[in-house]
T-cell receptor, first 114, second 111 residues
Framework: DGGITQSPKYLFRKEGQNVTLSCEQN?????MYWYRQDPGQGLRLIYY???????QKGDIAEGYSVSREKKESFPLTVTSAQKNPTAFYLC?????????????FGQGTRLTVV | SQQGEEDPQALSIQEGENATMNCSYK?????LQWYRQNSGRGLVHLIL?????REKHSGRLRVTLDTSKKSSSLLITASRAADTASYFC???????????FGKGNQVVVIP
């Protein structure tokens, strides 16, 4: 079953804790993205990676960290430095063999700070 | 800066009517894409239009792109209740693979 798997679907975090959101893909896509979605604000880019062992900051990278050790995996860590982490997080992939390709999305992880 | 900003509308229409939504962007792009999101779910790609194209059709969808005005529109014809969703435009800039989204339009189709 091909696609993008985000886990967990729901995540609760206590204030001051770091949490890691998982994103795994078996589409053999080169590029992977993390977005944050808040109500009424659309999708904001946190980080993206075009190849293994390389990634770039998006518009709201502060308080987040990523790694890209394998092509299939792009985990996102929400650190305690992120003051308002409650949001819906979406992972996406693209294969930029050309640049005219669409993105494929996972089903998202809803993070709540308790 | 965020590329791809839709007119922040909530559209409510009757089944069978057409729905139109707009998107504007700020810098040079390679292509513009439209996506759909059902509540609480991931996004699904609808259609991609390249910067050298002006209009594109896919089923009941029609997309236009005006690079001189840096704007795009998505038309859904003969809407159905199942078209109820949020619709987002996204742009890919020249020279990199950064994919930037707008704020989205919520469309409600009343049966």
């Amino acid at each position: 079953d091909g696609g993008i798997t985000q886990s967990p679907k729901y995540l609760f975090r206590k204030e001051g804790q770091n949490v890691t959101l998982s994103c795994e893909q078996n589409l053999n896509h080169d590029a992977m993205y993390w977005y944050r979605q808040d109500p009424g604000q659309g999708l904001r880019l946190i980080y993206y990676s075009q190849i293994v062992n390389d990634f770039q900051k998006g518009d709201i990278a502060e308080g987040y960290s990523v790694s890209r050790e394998k092509k299939e995996s792009f985990p996102l860590t929400v650190t305690s430095a992120q003051k308002n982490p409650t949001a819906f997080y979406l992972c996406a992939t693209r294969t930029p063999l050309t640049e005219n390709t669409e993105a494929f999305f996972g089903q998202g992880t809803r993070l709540t700070v308790v | 800066s965020q590329q791809g900003e839709e007119d922040p509308q909530a559209l409510s229409i009757q089944e069978g009517e057409n729905a139109t939504m707009n998107c504007s962007y700020k810098t040079s792009i390679n292509n513009l894409q439209w996506y759909r999101q059902n509540s609480g779910r991931g996004l699904v790609h609808l259609i991609l239009i390249r910067s050298n194209e002006r209009e594109k059709h896919s089923g009941r969808l029609r997309v236009t792109l005006d690079t001189s005005k840096k704007s795009s529109s998505l038309l859904i014809t003969a809407s159905r209740a199942a078209d109820t969703a949020s619709y987002f435009c996204a742009t890919v800039r020249y020279g990199n693979n950064r994919l930037a989204f707008g704020k989205g339009n919520q469309v409600v189709v009343i049966p």
